[in-house]
């Protein structure tokens, strides 16, 4: 499915004979639509306007619909731009005929676009999402957004981000699926099946773009763009595997990251872009900047001028500039001077029109006329599959004396500024939603609750108002408090060096349980909190994180108890920022923290993470018993018996473990190595069953080898990294 036949191949080659180098450059330049007029910045800054808050979703569209815009059409018709950002199914067609019927070759543009977590039909954001553990509903929902995307003209996806993310200090981590090596893999490798392979018509899938390549999850004090240290093995064993797993499953292109590694620019890094990503890894497309990289290249001190810094970046294996036109300005004369090579130039080219051949799109290079306008009413299916995925994403971290699920007939009080903000349930980097699509708490709330009055009482951007506190206790028998961070508040260029709730609203959690009534926290955030005295003084909270347009019906079927919920944790949670970053498959060190002076430990925090990884509470529970491990030739048989001892049907999510007791470098002390959800009627019981191939009972070296070693394995199954039962193996290979 991801290979071309002898004739899409032998047609690339005749193309590329008939190329001019000013039309090889084309297809390795990508441009931004020009605003020009009263609001002049790029594109990609205004959608950053947008999606950082600086402007409305209102206000983008304004400018959109009233900006003089340079759509490139002159560029376009010499050859010049192989790309652009648009997603208007109208003018993508309008600057399509001008490269298919206007240009001498005839080249088809190539649309691109940041659709993160969905396009019309917003699901939840990556880190929410992950924590449902479900592979088939990360495959399904990205099937979704390719068909509503290409149905816009939008056939090339920036996503998925797959950054393993350990720090939530970082804004971005609520764009990745978390900190594991393994979860973040098999959701890669989901989301390229969802995006990539179902081929039954031109218009039901894209091309993946993964990001961000490489270790930029890792950035330094989890401050954004910040630089990158390690060693080879925790690159390898760590950082690389999500990408590793991704191009196996055929991701057909990849976004270099930001970041420097090691002390060299992603942008301009052969070793991570050539030796890995192409030679080893065996890219079948190619490699695009993130926007404005190669520029800043010259900010990051290692090249001296533009032109150096795209001759560093295309040499390294970088195919394609995003918005800067350093290629387009300097590429010429870099080969007439003998700095770059048609050999480099050609394997460029040959890469870009191997995806667009991939593709269809000098086939099918147009959105029909039938589909322009399709989802501009979202389909009830997808309207069903962001609900299913905000349902199952949802985590339940504590419920004090059975506190939830509440009687929908129950006197409730919602309060909190962000429970009726409808713009604020999408999430970081959603940028082609609709707000008529999009479902407040308050409209779901409203919608299962018969008796339900709403005081906004104070939020991220509004002061404690306690007058309507006094209200919200006198007339609920039950507080619903929507607490948590603006959208602004996550995502890119949004790093927090304090991650406790913004602003007054742990104050208004303690005015709220001074009135005796019993509070639930909902929690709308981009990021792990560091949620300690709520923990110890809030009787439940639940993790609702911005789970899309469905949110509001979704967090109201698990607090009504219609939906029993299910979702785990994908990153561990801190007690206070300054542990950050926490993760639970950490090295061990010659003095694992304990009680004892003289041990890793703080003197004013715990060592461990309020709440761990694969951590998440139910409405019923459950207990493992039985836990059995047999070798056998080539793998370990590992079974345990689950069973619901709850009196609720529920889903539990089983997780395995493993740890490499002694090995030739520093193990991590636990390591996920597969799951399953298991759902379970009231007193029923299962046998769960694993097979662990001894081949990924492995790790990578400091030469990048990978090595299975004799000795000592402990596995673990349990519901989360902390509570686990265990078992001991003595292994040869």
């Excluded at 006329?369 to 979202?378: A, F, N, Q, S």
């Excluded at 009196?647 to 190595?673: C, F, N």
């Excluded at 492995?698 to 990294?721: P, R, S, T």
Aim: proline share 5%; aromatic share 8%.
């Amino acid at each position: 499915m991801n290979r071309l036949t002898k004739q899409q191949e032998e047609k690339i080659q005749d193309l590329l004979s008939q190329m001019t180098l000013d039309e090889k450059i084309g297809q390795l330049n990508q441009e931004s639509v020009s605003i020009v007029g009263g609001f002049d910045v790029p594109f990609e800054e205004l959608i950053e306007m947008m999606t950082d808050g600086r402007i409305s979703q209102e206000e983008f569209e304004k400018i959109m619909s009233t900006a003089e815009q340079d759509y490139h059409e002159d560029d376009i018709r010499a050859g010049r731009v192989s790309s652009l950002m648009i997603q208007d199914p109208e003018k993508v067609n309008e600057l399509q005929k001008i490269a298919v019927e206007e240009s001498r070759l005839g080249i088809p543009l190539i649309f691109g676009l940041d659709v993160i977590h969905g396009f019309r039909s917003v699901y939840p954001i990556a880190i929410a999402e992950a924590g449902s553990f479900d592979t088939e509903l990360f495959e399904k929902t990205a099937r979704m957004a390719a068909k509503e995307s290409r149905g816009h003209g939008v056939a090339w996806h920036f996503a998925p981000m797959i950054d393993v993310a350990r720090d939530a200090r970082w804004g971005r981590v609520s764009e990745g699926p978390g900190e594991d090596p393994h979860l973040v893999s098999e959701f890669a490798r989901a989301k390229v099946r969802g995006l990539q392979n179902d081929h039954s018509s031109p218009g039901n899938y894209v091309a993946a773009c993964l990001k961000h390549y490489v270790a930029y999850g890792a950035c330094e004090s989890g401050r954004d763009y910040n630089t990158t240290s390690m060693a080879p093995y925790m690159l390898y064993n760590t950082y690389l595997p999500p990408f590793k797993a991704a191009v196996e499953e055929g991701a057909q292109t990849v976004m270099a990251s930001f970041n420097d590694l090691n002390g060299v620019p992603c942008t301009v890094n052969p070793f991570t872009l050539r030796k890995i990503l192409k030679e080893t890894y065996h890219l079948p497309g190619f490699v695009v900047s993130d926007a404005n990289a190669i520029r800043e290249c010259v900010t990051h001190g290692i090249a001296s001028d533009e032109k150096d810094a795209g001759i560093q970046a295309v040499n390294a294996g970088l195919d394609m500039d995003m918005g800067t036109g350093i290629y387009r300005d300097h590429l010429k004369e870099a080969v007439e001077e003998g700095k770059v090579s048609m050999d480099v130039i050609d394997e460029a080219v040959e890469r870009v029109l191997r995806v667009k051949m991939w593709l269809g799109l000098f086939d099918h290079p147009y959105v029909p006329e039938e589909v322009i306008g399709t989802y501009e009413e979202l389909p009830a299916e997808h309207v069903a599959l962001a609900r299913k995925a905000a349902e199952e994403s949802i985590v339940l971290l504590k419920n004090e004396n059975e506190l939830l699920p509440i009687d929908p007939k129950k006197k409730v009080s919602v309060v909190g500024e962000l429970a009726d903000k409808r713009e604020e349930v999408v999430g970081a980097w959603s940028i082609s939603w609709k707000e008529k699509d999009c479902v407040s708490v308050l409209d779901g709330m409203k919608e299962r609750f018969e008796n339900l009055e709403y005081f906004p009482c104070g939020g991220p951007s509004t002061e404690i108002n306690e007058e309507e506190i006094e209200k919200a206790a006198k007339y609920g028998d039950v507080i619903i408090a929507v607490v948590g961070e603006l959208v602004s508040m996550s995502g890119e260029a949004s790093s927090r060096a304090d991650i406790t709730l913004p602003d007054c609203q742990r104050e208004m959690l303690k005015k709220l349980l001074e009135t005796g009534k019993p509070v639930v926290a909902v929690l709308m955030n981009g990021r792990p909190l560091a949620l300690e005295w709520e923990a110890e003084h809030v009787p439940a909270i639940v993790e609702a994180w911005h789970l899309g347009i469905q949110m509001g019906n979704a967090v109201a079927s698990v607090l009504s108890g219609d939906v029993n919920p299910s979702g785990h944790l994908a990153s561990s949670f801190p007690v206070v920022t300054g542990q950050c970053p926490i993760y639970y498959n950490h090295p061990n060190t010659g003095r694992p923290g304990g009680k004892s002076k003289f041990t890793s430990r703080y003197l004013d925090a715990p060592y461990d993470s309020l709440y761990p990884f694969g951590y998440g509470l139910s409405y019923t529970a459950f207990s493992f018993e039985d836990l059995a491990v047999e070798e056998r030739e080539d793998s370990l048989a590992v079974s345990v018996s689950v069973k619901n001892t709850g009196s609720r049907k529920g889903t539990e999510i089983v997780q395995l473990y493993m740890r490499d007791v002694t090995a030739s470098i520093v193990r991590p002390v636990k390591e996920l190595k597969d799951f399953c959800r298991v759902e379970l009627e009231p007193g029923e019981e299962r046998k769960v069953e694993f097979i662990l191939p001894k081949q990924k009972m492995g790790f990578y070296n400091n030469e990048g080898e990978y090595c299975l070693e004799n000795g000592e394995f402990k596995i673990y199954v349990g519901g989360n990294a902390r509570e686990c039962m265990e078992s001991t193996v003595n292994l040869s290979f």
